[in-house]
């Protein structure tokens, strides 16, 4: 038997530490919450089996349904106007206008900032008494109000805004490499034929985009679900619990409110939502594939 190449065992060598890792500390931890949910767990881990009876306090909690009914909005319209506005700059950048690049790093910008500068940047600008609405004031428009901020009917729009505003440039910028990978041929030849710029992107090149619309809307959902820094930084939840997420839900009472069963519980439906996700659009995308 011939020895193994350091080529052929070096990367296994190297790459051995990074997954080792991650089977602990995420898959391993990921098993620990599923199993946490299912215990007597109250300020510090229990590991006496309760059943089924934190989901049953976890269902039965009228926040939880709040913060979900939040995730809702939040996430449909986070992810259908980042896609928009997304795909409407990277069409645009596709023109090839002068100061490309200069635009394509305004746009990305956003991205480069931590949720916490996010919100707290839009915080400030949404304010009442600080903000927007105090500016317009000043400049004579003395009836002009924006509270969203502190409106319990409007507060979770503001989250939206805040996402909309930072995770567009990176849909742009995926849906820009799409638009650059399209043959220009096919083009070509439908101006040939005498289609229109409109009707050459809506029938030609926005349909041939159909895996980046997938990873974009995967990603964003993702970015949705799992909301916490954006959220809390901007608004805490408030007012009361009118922007409030399960992240920040599993959050307070894993930690705040000593409820580490119930929290593990909320843990587990945050991921139960990610999968309900990801499994379809996957197994979709998979079929789309076999079917080309």
Known sequence: MRPLSADRWLPKLVLSPTLLASLIFVYGFILITIAMSFTESRMLPNWE???????????????????????????????????????????????????????????????????????????????PGLGLERIVQQWGFADFTFDWLVNPDKAIYTVVIAGVWQSAGFAMALFLAGLRGVDSEIIKAAQVDGATLPTIYRRIIIPSLRPVFFSVALILAHIAIKSFDLVMALTGGGPGTASDVPAIFMYQFSFSRGQLGVGAASAVMMLMTIMAVMVPLMYAEAKSGNAR
Do not use: H
């Not at 349904?65 to 992810?79: H, T």
């Not at 506005?85 to 100061?99: C, S, T």
């Not at 394509?104 to 910008?109: D, V």
């Not at 916490?116 to 839009?122: D, N």
């Open 49 to 127: 089996w309760a059943g089924i009876d934190r989901y049953v306090d976890l269902f039965d909690n009228d926040r939880f349904w709040v913060s979900a009914k939040n995730l809702a909005i939040f996430g449909s319209l986070f992810i259908v106007i980042s896609m928009a506005v997304g795909l409407f700059l990277a069409i645009l950048l596709d023109q090839k206008i002068r100061g490309e690049g200069f635009l394509r790093a305004i746009y990305l910008y956003p991205m480069a900032l931590s949720f916490i500068v996010t919100g707290t940047a839009w915080k400030w600008m949404l304010n």
